[in-house]
């Protein structure tokens, strides 16, 4: 999308918008390109799996059944 300054001074919140959701912005004057909006790249940090190891147990009957109390709490049948 290119729009010339004066339009980008008044639309700023929608094209800061737009360029966050990946759409390149190019704001002109005189019809001459002078500045480009786009996203930042956020660098993120690698996810480290393990940290945990040897700290969790999880029980034999994790995934048995929930009793029947149990589930009429969820269902909000609490009688």
Same mark, same amino acid.
């Given at each position: ?15 800061? #918008?737009?360029?966050?959701?990946? #759409? ?11 500045? @480009? ?15 945990? @190891?040897? @700290?969790?147990?999880?029980? @034999? ?6 009793? #029947?109390?149990?589930?009429? #709490? ?6």
């Amino acid at each position: 999308m290119q729009l010339n300054l004066y339009d980008a001074k008044t639309r700023l919140s929608e094209l800061v #918008e737009a360029a966050s959701q990946g #759409e390149t912005v190019v704001i002109a004057k005189a019809g001459r390109p002078l500045a @480009k909006l786009g996203p930042v790249d956020v660098p993120r940090k690698p996810v480290r799996l393990g940290l945990m @190891k040897g @700290k969790i147990k999880i029980g @034999k009957d994790f995934d048995a059944p929930l009793p #029947e109390s149990v589930l009429r #709490e969820f269902e909000g049948d609490a009688s």
